[in-house]
């Protein structure tokens, strides 16, 4: 919990600030007519911040860092022999080594997720009071406005399944790798690259199914 | 004792078992013996259930051990030790812990008995003091001591070595063997050792089996070694110039 959690939490910070600011900005750019109430900019970036990249962005960056981590670790530890110790001694390695690391991510990633979607709309204050883009009861009245609580069950749940994605894919190229180092670093690879497709592929489903 | 009955393994088109048969006596020092590619490790991977056999039976006592469930697979490792070629030890926790290790997964003892009965396995293997250091910071021949003492500390019924000596010096061999032969003796455990040294075939080998190409070349002891005259074993044994010199000379005294 510690590696996935604290360990993630700058750089997911980090990142939450700067989606936040470019979506406020780039809105703020085509928003600009005078059509429509400069506050409905607030209103757009929480929405999509919560909807959508908070849940998607972090767990994209958290496939790279913790995923590819965690398939390097359990292969690392396959290579070594330690799983197959493990077995002889009568340990069920997969219980052992995958399952806790599911269930820390679970827990986890969705807090995360939340933290991101607060900081996002952290960010988009930052980019634009500051800069007189917006006056702060403007973005504060967008940030109130038409809120609807289900978008906050729709990123839980996405952070959910997000991470049990990749956590369990992560932990199945490592831990059924084969061969050597060569085999090692692609297996690493393999766990970013198949996570992010799935995860993507699970953004629209899950956009299908709870939109509906 | 572990039988093993007409063993075949086969990976795709290739047969590395061709048919295998042999007892594994408890209370000796059963040893694998054979070229590399020989399927020596392949078989000692057969016996301890990390890979199922393409036909054949293992017997693990009366006990048919191909067609158990996983469970019951689990239970009968818990009486099984094994020393990694490499020692397998886990970097990260320290020696005592992964001494510990089975103790924590398996045992209801209290903290004090794990750590008597961790102490006993150290000093039971002659390594004093070295509880706390990590097996990067010890040298190889430590690594396997610790190894050893991890495989023995829930007091197994089978202790499975594969190359116990290989990258190890003659004399941290030689005592690496009289530590699996005296472990093995006291304790009345079936011991099976994968191995390449000669040492090792003419100190501690009381029931030997040559592996040639997935067959089973030759059985016999220690004391039967010189007097045979399979060519495959004396091939294997005589195969360094050394030996051969040796022999040649004690040829050439008698």
């Given at each position: 919990m510690n590696d996935i959690g604290i360990g993630s939490l700058v750089i997911i910070c980090l990142i939450a600030v700067f989606i936040g600011a470019v979506t406020a900005v780039q809105f703020s750019y085509q928003l600009?007519?005078?059509?429509?109430?400069?506050?409905y900019i607030g209103y757009v970036v929480r929405d999509i911040v919560i909807i959508e990249l908070a849940p998607t962005f972090t767990c994209l960056v958290l496939a790279g860092k913790v995923g590819s981590n965690m398939a390097a670790e359990i292969g690392g530890m396959r290579q070594k022999e330690h799983i197959d110790a493990m077995e002889i001694m009568g340990v069920n390695t997969a219980t052992f080594l995958i399952l806790p690391k599911i269930i820390a991510a679970v827990i986890v990633i969705p807090l995360l997720v939340a933290i991101a979607a607060f900081v996002g709309n952290a960010g988009g204050y930052i980019a634009t009071v500051p800069t007189g883009l917006l006056t702060s009861e403007e973005y504060i009245q967008g940030l109130r406005s038409?809120?609807?609580d289900y978008n906050v069950v729709m990123m839980f749940v996405k952070g959910l399944v997000f991470s049990f994605i990749l956590t369990s894919v992560s932990c199945y190229q490592g831990y059924f790798v084969k061969g050597g180092s060569i085999e090692l670093g692609q297996s690493s690879t393999n766990a970013v690259v198949y996570s992010s497709i799935l995860i993507l592929l699970f953004d629209y489903l899950i956009a299908i199914v709870l939109t509906q | 004792m572990i039988r093993i009955e007409n063993i075949i393994k086969s990976f795709g088109e290739v047969k590395v078992l061709k048919g295998i048969s042999h007892t594994f006596e408890a209370g000796k020092t059963n040893l694998i013996i054979g070229?590399?590619?020989?399927g020596k490790t392949v078989l000692l991977k057969l016996l301890v259930g990390l890979f199922a056999p393409t036909s054949g039976n293992i017997w693990y006592n009366d006990i048919?051990?191909?067609?158990?469930?996983k469970k019951e697979v689990r239970e009968i490792r818990m009486k099984v030790g094994m020393l990694f070629q490499g020692s397998?030890?886990?970097?990260?926790?320290s020696v005592e812990e992964n001494i510990a290790f089975p103790l924590d997964m398996f045992s209801k003892m209290t903290k004090k008995e794990k750590l008597d009965r961790v102490n006993y396995c150290l000093e039971r293997v002659s390594?004093?003091?070295?509880?706390?250091?990590?097996?990067?910071?010890?040298s190889g021949g430590m690594q396997k001591r610790v190894g050893i003492a991890r495989s023995i500390v829930l007091s197994p019924e089978y202790l499975f070595c594969d190359e116990?000596?290989?990258?190890?010096?003659p004399k941290t061999s030689i005592v690496i063997d009289e530590l699996i032969k005296s472990i093995t003796v006291e304790h009345n455990i079936t011991t099976v050792i994968n191995t390449h040294d000669m040492n090792s075939v003419m100190e501690i080998g009381d029931n030997i089996a040559l592996l040639h190409m997935g067959e089973l070349a030759w059985t016999g002891n220690k004391d039967e070694v010189l007097a045979s005259d399979n060519d495959l074993l004396k091939e294997f044994i005589f195969a360094s110039p050394f030996l051969q010199k040796l022999r040649d000379a004690a040829a050439r005294n008698a």
């Open positions: 600009s007519g005078g059509l429509v109430p400069r506050y038409f809120f609807i | 070229r590399s590619g020989a048919d051990f191909v067609n158990l469930d397998a030890l886990f970097d990260s926790m390594l004093d003091g070295v509880n706390d250091q990590y097996p990067s910071e010890i116990p000596n290989s990258g190890l010096d």
